[in-house]
């Protein structure tokens, strides 16, 4: 049970240093938060007990002993006093490249709690490093026209995962800030693209990324204005994964606002693909056959009573 953490924890980091392998080794923590979700569910947990009569202690320990061996091949587990803490081993190594700690994924990070692993460490290391600046000379260099498309919503298939440890939007570092890589790269392809199309006097970079505009801000909801026979049009821009994309609810609330102006850049590739379909007056944001809207976040709002 959860009583048992630091015990399974001990025992299974016991079991995969013993067997030296690197394979192995890479799935501790993934093994550790499974092990976490098995009792993260009580009720789920409770209700297997019940389906299989099991009423007394002894019933309980033995199944959830059988339960271990069966998820994680520890036939041994015991109750013990003497427990073992893994300690990460190459702190300091991780401390001078100053990668933060989502940023590292979950099998190099299991790695820094084994012996000899300090060269598959330095390696880890130096290839961060190198994406990083790859991913900094990729934007720069994105200046480059793509192909302008006018294109309609259909409504595809998307299903939310639960949020475990291998499913679920992710709000790490090291997400953000590939969000923020490419949104970066498709703002600057939307916008050469539409200076190419429209000319530069009727396209207008506003958001925080503009590298064109002194007064840029996220507070507009939009991230380019263009001009297109003589009506100005608000355009968000969004790299697209070809499943979905991440729409605030500021941007929802402008797009309602002004639905014939509002429009969604997808880019994918070098092809920027504009949206005008999305907020018109007959179309249910919540509920229309071109798109389906799936909330991501509760906004909790709420004064605190002091009991004591």
Known sequence: SRDHRKE???????????????????????????????????????????????????????????????????????????????????????????????????????????????????????????????????????????????????????TVQKNTANSGWSHGKKDMDKNKYAGMKAEKIAYTTLVNEYGEENVQWMSSFSETSMDKADSYHFDIAYKVDGTWKYLEVKSFNGKYFHLSREEKAFGSKYPEKYEIALVTGIDVFILKDMFGKDIDFENNQNYKAIPSDYIISLNIVNNH
């Open 8 to 158: 399974f924890k001990s025992l299974l980091w016991n079991k995969l240093s013993q067997s030296k392998s690197i394979e192995l080794q890479k799935k501790f923590i993934t093994q550790v938060i499974e092990y976490n979700d098995i009792f993260n569910d009580e009720i789920s947990f409770q209700e297997v007990l019940a389906q299989n009569f099991l009423n007394t202690s002894w019933e309980k320990e033995r199944f959830f002993r059988q339960l271990i061996e069966e998820r994680f091949g520890l036939s041994n587990f015991t109750i013990s006093e003497t427990i073992v803490e893994p300690i990460n081993l190459y702190k300091n190594l991780i401390l001078e490249s100053q990668i933060e700690d989502d940023e590292i994924p979950k099998d190099i990070k299991s790695l820094l709690y084994f012996e000899d692993h300090e060269n598959l460490i330095k390696q880890f290391i130096e290839k961060h490093s190198n994406e990083q600046q790859e991913q900094k000379k990729e934007i720069e260099q994105s200046y480059f026209v793509g192909n302008l498309h006018t294109a309609a919503a259909k409504k595809g298939k998307f």
